[in-house]
């Protein structure tokens, strides 16, 4: 991240009460285009994570979670159905729940059928179209429940809606904190700290493990993350005038078990140029585009970065093979 962006990362606003229901902020998705430029023009060449999930991207990572290698998603899910009652409880009756990065939307659902009277559902996420879709589908489900979509890059600034007395409690799901590095992770967690007052966060994270399991997670051998990561470029064809050959670029994902995370890359297996938007961007054979980190964390050591942001960790529920973990933050 450029230091301006760290900057601005996560900065949460609270309209002041009266003025209604917070604007949709326009998802940095316009300015794809500049930041795609900026990235390859810069060295190593970069293009943020966030970039990934456009519509199409969300689809397809709809796809990752199926994948039988890719254990996240499912820990996670039976994680919040068989502890939904205690972590309902400590939520609390008549909470505000906000969702950063909502996605499919699915694993709000076990919270939403446990929890008492809640006042609002707030899910906040890059992808406009496939929110409000997503919402579309739980207002008819949650037919009572206020649910109020919120399109915004949940790194930089979010504007919610007035505040109202009701206790304000995250949730962030998917271990997607592992995008941001430990540093820009303390800083958005301070942040939320901030913001949740009173209430807390929810969190799932995704645990160091045996660097086999979390390889293959991210190496399918039906090629989905791979489709995933390149849909940078289908997406850089489309939206910047791009016009990358997919096939002369390869996906790249491996452990660093020093780092503690998935580094993934797009590798250009030839020498080459490609235009991007007007410009020429020259990739020399083997040289990478760096497009995504994903940070994994012990469970001692989340608690104590949650700490250092702020929060009060609280309580922990992991799978029996200690493969994911859910940490309950209050903020007091
Ligand atoms: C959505 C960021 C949690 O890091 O595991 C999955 C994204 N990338 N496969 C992750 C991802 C490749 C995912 N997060």
Redesign the pocket.
Known sequence: MTPRAQRSLARFRTLPAGEGDAPDIPADAANFADALLAGLRSDPKRIS?KY?YDSEGSRL?EK?CGIPE?Y?TRTELALLKAHAPEMTALIGAEAEIVEF?A?AGEKIRPLLDALERPRAYLPIDISGAYLRGIAARLTEEYPALDIRPIVADFTRTVVLPSASDARRVGFFP???I??LAPQEAQQFLANAANMLKGGGLLIGV?LVKDPGVLHA??NDPAGI?AA??KNLLVRANREAGANFELARFAHY?FYNPMQRR?E?YLVSNAAQRVTVCGRTVAFAEGEAIHT?W?YKYTVEDFRRLAASAGFVPRAVWCDAERLFSIHWLEAA
């Open positions: 994570c990934f990572f990752v890719y996240p990065g996605g998917g271990s997607t592992g995008n995704d997670a991210y993350t995933f990561n994902a998935i993934v995504e994903s």
